[in-house]
C-alpha cells in the first residue's frame, strides 16, 4: 500500500493534461447519439489517435503506448476531468479490443487492433437478440459454414453504435440443433457486407444511437471467426467481464460528475433543503469510493491477478450510483431539468447524463443478473429454478 | 501508487481470524454474556499473539506496525464479536498516547499488563472505564459514565472512529456469512430460501455495499498513517461507509433469519447489537457527515477525477 504517485507518474499526468489542454474542443460535441454527433466524435477519436492517446494501455505494436493500469488510471482522470468528449469507438476500445488480444490469432491482431486504435474503424456490438437479452444463450442466429465463409442469418436489436459504426461483433450460433451456451461462436463482420441491414432505434433522448440489425445470407469470410467454432461462449464471457469489470467505466468520469454535482449545489444552495446536501456529499463518497476500488483492483491484476464474478459488484454499484448523481441534479435543477437546452443556449447535459444513466442498471448484463451472479458465485447462494 | 495491501501484511491479520475462529466462537459470546463478560484467558491469548504490542515502536518492545495492519485486525475483532477491549486500548489509546510523546507505560501496555482506555467527549460515554456503569444494548460492552477530564483531541477522535469503521466492516462480513448460511439450510416451499432471488438480491446488495467500504476503510487507515492533511475526511468517510454497511447488513440479515433473527437464541443479535454501539460511537454518523458536507461542499477540499488521493 503506497498511496502516493511516483516523480514519473506525476510527469506523466502533466503530459496528459497538458495535451488534453491545447486539443479538447472548447465546446461540448453534439450527441454522440445522432449522425452529425457520431462523426464529430469519430473525428475526435482521430485526435486522440494522432496524439496517440487512442489506447494507452495497448502495447506499442498495435497503435498504443503499453501503459500499465495505475498510468491508464491517471490518463483517464485527465481525460474526463478536462471535460473531453464521450469515446466512439467505447465498444472497440474496451471490450472488442481485450477480447482480440485475448484470443485472436496474430494475423487478426494485425488486422484488426492497429485500426480500431487509429480510430479508423469503429465497431459496434450485437449481443441482445429479440428473445435473447438477460438470457444471451437464448441466441438463434445462426452462421453456417459454407467454404471459406459463415453465412448468417437472423437478427440482433440493441445494437450501440451500429446506425452509424463500419464493423460490428456478436454471437451467432453455428452447429445446427445445438442448445443454449453450446454451438455458438463469435464472429466479426463489416456492417456494410450486402444483407445486413440496419434499422436505427430511437432511444429515450430520440437519436438513434442503438439499431437493430437484420442478416439475410450475408457472406462473413472464416478468417473473422473469433477463437474456435464453438467457442463463442467462452470467448463472449471473457468480453462481458472487460465490460462489466475494470475498463468500461473508469471512475474519473464519475469523479466529473461529483464535482459538477457539488457546482450544481451551491448554485441552488440558496433555496435547497438541508437534507439535498446529503445526496451530493454521497456522490462525492461513492465516486471516491469507486476510484479507490478501482485502483485496488488495478494494483492486483497488477501483481498477477484477475477479477471474476467481482466484476459484477462493480457494475451494479457505479450504475446506480451514476443513477443516483442524475437523479440529484435533475431534482436540484427543479423546473429547469425538463428542457433540452437551457434558456442560455446551453445543452442541458443533466437531462441527458440522467437519461443515459437509466440506461446503466439495464446493459452489459441487467443488474438483476448480475445480483444473482454475485449471490450464487461470491456468495455461495444456491442455484434454484435457473436455467 | 500502489493499492494493494502487502500479502505479509495480509498474513498476520488472518491468523488473528483463525485464532479467534478457534477460541472466540459464539459459544464464547454466550458464556461470556452468562456471566462476567471479560476473561483474563482471552485477553492473555491476544497479549501472547503480540497484538498489545502491535502499534509499540520496535525501540520499546513491540512490533512497530502501522494503523492500516491495527485495522486489519480490528477488522477480525469484528469478525469474531470480540469482547475484551483490544482495539481500544492498543489501537486508539496506544498510538494516541505515543503521538502525544507519553511513552512511559508502552512496555506494560504491550504486556497486557496495563490497558489504559481512551475517554472522548465525542461519545458521551467510555468503554471499559472505572465510573458508574451504564448498560448498553450490547451485552459484551462495559460502558461506563465518561469522567471529568475526557479529552476531546481531535487524533485521537480519528483513530477511534478509524478502527471503529475497521470493525463494522468485519461484524458486516461476520453477518452476511451468517446470514448466507442459514439460507443455504433453512427450506421453505420445498427449496432452500437462500435459492429465492428475493433473499439473493438482498444479500447481493450487503456484499456490494461491503466491496465498496472495504476500500475507503484501508485509505483513512493509509491516510492518517502517512499523515496527510485530509486524513480526518477520510477517516470520517470511512465511518460513514462502515457504519451504513454493517446497518445494511444486520437489518439484512435479521429478515433473512425470519422470525429466528428476532430472538435472542440465534447468535446474529450479538453482532448486530455491536454494529449498533461502534456505529454511534466516534462520531454519529451525522456528525461524520457534517465534516464530509464541511470538506466537501464547503471547498476546503479539493474534489474531481485529478484529485482522488488528494
Avoid at chain 1, 222 to 250: D, Q
Avoid at chain 2, 172 to 179: G, K, P, R, T, V
Wanted: glycine residues 10%; aromatic residues 8%; hydrophobic residues 45%.
Amino acid at each position: 500500500m503506497d498511496l502516493a504517485y511516483t516523480p514519473a507518474q506525476q510527469a506523466f499526468r502533466m503530459e496528459v493534461r497538458e495535451w488534453l489542454a491545447a486539443n479538447v474542443p472548447a465546446e461540448p460535441l453534439l450527441t454522440l447519439e445522432c449522425e452529425e454527433g457520431y462523426h464529430r466524435h469519430v473525428a475526435w477519436e482521430r485526435k486522440l489517435a494522432e496524439g496517440n492517446w487512442g489506447m494507452v494501455t495497448w502495447p506499442e505494436a498495435y497503435g498504443g503506448r503499453g501503459l500499465d493500469l495505475v498510468e491508464w488510471l491517471i490518463f483517464e482522470e485527465e481525460y474526463w476531468g478536462a471535460g473531453a468528449p464521450l469515446r466512439a469507438n467505447q465498444n472497440g476500445i474496451f471490450l472488442l479490443g481485450p477480447t482480440i488480444m485475448e484470443f485472436g490469432t496474430d494475423e487478426q491482431k494485425a488486422r484488426f487492433l492497429t485500426p480500431m486504435a487509429a480510430g479508423e474503424v469503429i465497431w459496434a456490438q450485437a449481443w441482445s437478440e429479440p428473445g435473447a437479452g438477460s438470457d444471451m444463450a437464448a441466441i438463434k442466429a445462426t452462421a453456417v459454414r459454407d467454404g471459406d465463409h459463415y453465412v448468417i442469418n437472423g437478427q440482433k436489436t440493441w445494437s450501440s453504435r451500429a446506425s452509424f459504426a463500419d464493423w460490428g461483433f456478436g454471437m451467432f450460433r453455428t452447429e445446427e440443433g445445438s442448445k443454449r451456451h453450446k454451438g455458438l461462436s463469435f464472429l466479426l463482420f463489416d456492417l456494410d457486407t450486402p444483407g445486413i441491414t440496419r434499422r436505427p432505434i430511437r432511444q429515450l433522448h430520440g437519436d438513434p444511437g442503438f439499431a437493430e440489425l437484420f442478416f439475410d445470407d450475408v457472406r462473413v469470410p472464416a478468417e473473422n471467426l473469433l477463437a474456435g467454432e464453438g467457442e463463442g461462449w467462452k470467448v463472449a464471457m471473457a468480453t462481458a467481464g472487460f465490460e462489466r469489470g475494470l475498463m468500461l467505466r473508469s471512475p474519473g468520469r464519475f469523479q466529473a460528475t461529483a464535482r459538477r454535482l457539488v457546482d450544481l449545489f451551491r448554485k441552488h444552495e440558496p433555496e435547497a433543503a438541508p437534507s439535498a446536501r446529503e445526496a451530493v456529499a454521497k456522490a462525492w463518497m461513492d465516486t471516491q469510493a469507486y476510484a479507490y476500488n478501482t485502483y485496488a483492483v488495478a494494483a492486483k491484476i497488477m501483481a498477477g491477478g484477475s477479477i471474476g464474478a467481482e466484476a459484477s459488484l462493480n457494475k451494479i454499484f457505479w450504475s446506480e450510483m451514476d443513477r443516483a448523481m442524475h437523479r440529484t441534479a435533475m431534482q436540484l435543477l427543479g423546473a429547469a431539468a425538463e428542457l433540452r437546452h437551457f434558456a442560455d443556449g446551453r445543452m442541458n447535459d443533466w437531462l441527458e447524463g440522467y437519461i443515459f444513466s437509466l440506461s446503466g442498471p439495464i446493459y452489459a448484463g441487467s443488474n438483476e443478473i448480475q445480483r444473482n451472479i454475485t449471490a450464487e458465485r461470491l456468495l455461495g447462494m444456491p442455484r434454484v429454478g435457473a436455467g | 501508487m500502489d493499492f494493494l495491501i502487502d500479502p505479509e501484511r495480509l498474513e498476520l491479520a488472518e491468523a488473528v481470524r483463525d485464532y479467534l475462529a478457534g477460541t472466540h466462537g459464539p459459544e464464547v459470546l454466550r458464556r461470556l454474556d452468562a456471566g462476567p463478560n471479560r476473561d483474563a484467558v482471552i485477553w492473555q491469548g491476544l497479549v501472547e499473539m503480540g497484538l498489545t504490542g502491535l502499534l509499540v515502536p520496535e525501540e520499546h518492545g513491540g512490533l512497530g506496525m502501522a494503523l492500516l495492519d491495527a485495522a486489519l485486525i480490528a477488522r477480525e475483532c469484528g469478525r469474531a464479536c470480540l469482547a475484551e477491549p483490544l482495539v481500544e486500548s492498543a489501537f486508539v489509546m496506544l498510538p494516541w498516547l505515543i503521538a502525544q510523546g507519553r511513552t512511559d507505560d508502552l512496555v506494560a501496555i504491550s504486556e497486557g499488563s496495563l490497558r489504559p482506555v481512551p475517554a472522548h467527549r465525542i461519545n458521551g460515554s467510555m468503554a471499559d472505564g472505572d465510573g458508574a456503569l451504564l448498560e448498553s444494548v450490547d451485552p459484551l460492552r462495559n460502558l461506563s459514565a465518561l469522567p471529568d477530564d475526557a479529552s476531546d483531541d481531535p487524533h485521537l477522535l480519528d483513530l477511534g472512529a478509524l478502527m471503529a469503521s475497521a470493525q463494522l466492516v468485519g461484524l458486516a462480513e461476520a453477518m452476511l456469512d451468517q446470514a448466507v448460511e442459514y439460507s443455504k439450510v433453512r427450506e421453505q416451499f420445498g427449496q432452500p430460501i437462500g435459492g429465492f432471488q428475493a433473499i439473493k438480491h438482498k444479500l447481493a446488495d450487503v456484499a456490494v455495499a461491503l466491496e465498496f467500504a472495504r476500500s475507503v476503510v484501508w485509505r483513512a487507515a493509509q491516510a492518517l498513517d502517512d499523515g496527510i492533511d485530509s486524513a480526518a475526511l477520510h477517516v470520517s468517510h470511512a465511518k460513514i461507509a462502515a457504519t451504513d454497511t454493517a446497518w445494511l447488513a444486520a437489518e439484512s440479515a435479521i429478515q433473512v433469519h425470519g422470525a429466528m433473527g428476532y430472538t435472542y437464541e440465534v447468535d446474529l443479535h450479538f453482532w448486530m447489537k455491536r454494529a449498533w454501539a461502534l456505529g454511534g460511537a466516534w462520531g454519529s454518523r451525522a456528525f461524520h457527515l457534517r465534516r464530509v458536507d464541511e470538506a466537501v461542499i464547503g471547498g476546503s477540499h479539493v474534489i474531481g477525477p485529478e484529485n482522488t488521493f488528494a
